[in-house]
């Protein structure tokens, strides 16, 4: 049987609130650099040093750097589910369907579920989550080991796929 692709889907972080904050942070810096180094007046009541703001600018052109290229890949395919949130992880990682005993897509909160978005890992009792934004999901869960949200757009197409696979199990 050939294993080929029936379901994928990439998701990144685009969301407008979160590149406003990371934009607001970078011009803070910015700002800091500009008035401390051109205008040689000290930035904020106990300034840093000069070398300071330079390395807390890179810090956070590297943070804007890893939020445009993270991205949450999902593929399904006839063996099972393979998920990988890169740059965090290199490899995808196999779910196979005799490892798991139910799966299904289920609306979730983000926030009071798992404490927020991106790789979650279990501080609220839910097991793992590996989301970008919104509040549909992917439910894995797997016999003995922690169970695992993956984030989804695709919902309905998701949920199609799963059923003609057989492997729908909620």
Not at 46 to 70: D, R
């Amino acid at each position: 049987m050939e294993n080929k692709i029936l379901f994928t889907e990439t998701q990144q972080f685009r969301q407008w609130w979160v590149w406003l904050l990371i934009f607001l942070l970078n011009g803070l810096f910015l700002y800091g650099i500009y008035q401390q180094v051109v205008l040689k007046i000290p930035f904020g009541t106990n300034p840093t040093s000069n070398e300071g703001l330079y390395i807390g600018f890179a810090l956070m052109l590297a943070l804007t750097l890893l939020f445009w290229v993270m991205q949450l890949q999902t593929i399904v395919k006839e063996d099972g589910i393979y998920v990988k949130f890169f740059p965090i992880h290199f490899r995808y990682k196999k779910y196979a369907w005799d490892n798991l005993s139910k799966v299904y897509v289920r609306e979730y909160s983000p926030l009071t579920e798992y404490g927020g978005w991106g790789i979650r890992l279990g501080l609220f009792g839910k097991g793992n989550a590996y989301n970008v934004k919104g509040n549909q999901g992917l439910q894995l869960e797997i016999p003995g080991k922690t169970n695992l949200l993956i984030g989804t757009q695709q919902p309905e197409a998701l949920k199609a796929i799963l059923t003609q696979l057989g492997q729908y199990k909620a």
